[in-house]
């Protein structure tokens, strides 16, 4: 199982990026998929998740402004930024909970690549 991220880039403050993962291999079942980032000498932080129910959650600071959804057909997640901020600069990681089929039980976490975002000012 890999995940695929794509979508980042250089954008001005204000502007918008959509970020996109896509999963593949020999996939039973999805849990929660997530986006999270991490900025030059922080911690790797949560941004948004969203349940295979569709149920979200977001860090404050992105509320308002950025909305994830998935694509279980499709086997993908999206985060949709808006009215990017320079704070937001960052490089995204993609998360999801899956369940291979090479699993007998339980699900395993996999992470994508990562993708750089940037917000000039």
């Known amino acids: 199982v890999q995940l695929q991220a794509s979508g980042g880039g250089l954008v001005q403050a204000g502007g918008s990026l959509t970020l996109s993962c896509a999963a593949s291999?020999?996939?039973?079942?999805?849990?929660?998929m997530a986006w999270y980032r991490q900025a030059p000498g922080k911690q790797r932080e949560l941004v948004a998740g969203?349940?295979?129910?569709?149920?979200?959650n977001y860090v404050d600071s992105v509320k308002g402004r950025f909305t994830i959804s998935r694509d279980n057909a499709k086997n993908t997640v999206h985060l949709q930024m808006n009215s990017l901020k320079p704070e937001d600069t960052a490089v995204y990681y993609c998360?999801?909970?899956?369940?291979?089929?090479?699993?007998?039980?339980?699900?395993?976490?996999?992470w994508g690549q990562g993708t750089q975002v940037t917000v000039s000012s």
């Open positions: 998360n999801a909970v899956i369940k291979p089929v090479s699993l007998i039980a339980g699900a395993m976490d996999y």
């Open positions: 291999g020999s996939i039973a079942s999805f849990n929660t």
């Open positions: 969203i349940t295979n129910g569709g149920s979200t």
